[in-house]
């Protein structure tokens, strides 16, 4: 099932607009907290379906791919499946120091994992470098997404740093569950955005802004 929707927006600036992220992190963050453990591993189980029957997914070859942390919907199996299909499975490390995501390849997402940064499920920094510019298929993560495809992150602004290094030809697509998905994301009109969002129940794609 594939939606087509589009929304009208207020541009908020300054303070005005980090509160209104802030408050709407804290809200998605707390409702999916909340979802009951069997019900979000049935979603997330249903979201890793419809993700790996993309095209895009299917045709790639070096597919980056965060780790679940907390309440998040759980991509390991999406990323075994790509390790199955015989493709390159890259997962971002932080670099404290530089505040940019480092990427690395790993080929078992038990043994090449560690916790890391705030505790999130990372490369060991022993795995191998990949070069941004070989990947050519993104799973981008974020807390809420809305209906023209803006995301709202966690606040760190790692995304925002590594999204433009990326192809720009490389399909970047969010899986999020339905609660996720807001009538409007507080952004500027240059905050980068998905070209996907995959639900449990949905494929959502990104109508014009207006």
Not at 183 to 196: K, W
Request: charge should be positive; include cysteine.
């Amino acid at each position: 099932m594939l939606d087509r929707t589009a929304g009208n927006e207020t541009e908020l600036t300054g303070a005005a607009l980090r509160e209104a992220k802030r408050a709407l992190r804290a809200q998605v963050i707390a409702a999916r907290d909340a979802l009951d453990e069997g019900v979000r591993a049935a979603a997330s189980l249903r979201i890793c379906a419809r993700v790996a029957r993309l095209p895009s997914f299917a045709a790639a070859r070096v597919v980056l791919v965060t780790l679940p942390f907390g309440s998040e919907w759980d991509t390991r199996p999406l990323a075994r499946a790509a390790l199955a299909s015989g493709k390159t499975l890259v997962v971002p490390r932080v670099n404290g120091a530089t505040r940019m995501l480092e990427l690395h390849a790993i080929g078992d997402i038990v043994a090449d994992v560690a916790p890391g940064f705030h505790d999130i499920p990372e490369p060991r920094a022993t795995r191998p470098r990949i070069d941004a510019a070989t990947i050519d298929w993104v799973l981008v993560p974020g807390v809420a997404f809305d209906l023209t495809g803006r995301r709202l992150g966690y606040g760190g602004g790692f995304y925002d740093r590594l999204l433009p290094l990326l192809r720009p030809d490389a399909p970047r697509i969010a899986g999020a569950f339905d609660l996720q998905i807001v009538e409007r994301v507080p952004a500027t009109t240059h905050d980068l955005t998905v070209g996907l969002m995959v639900t449990e129940t949905r494929i959502l794609a990104p109508a014009p802004r207006g």
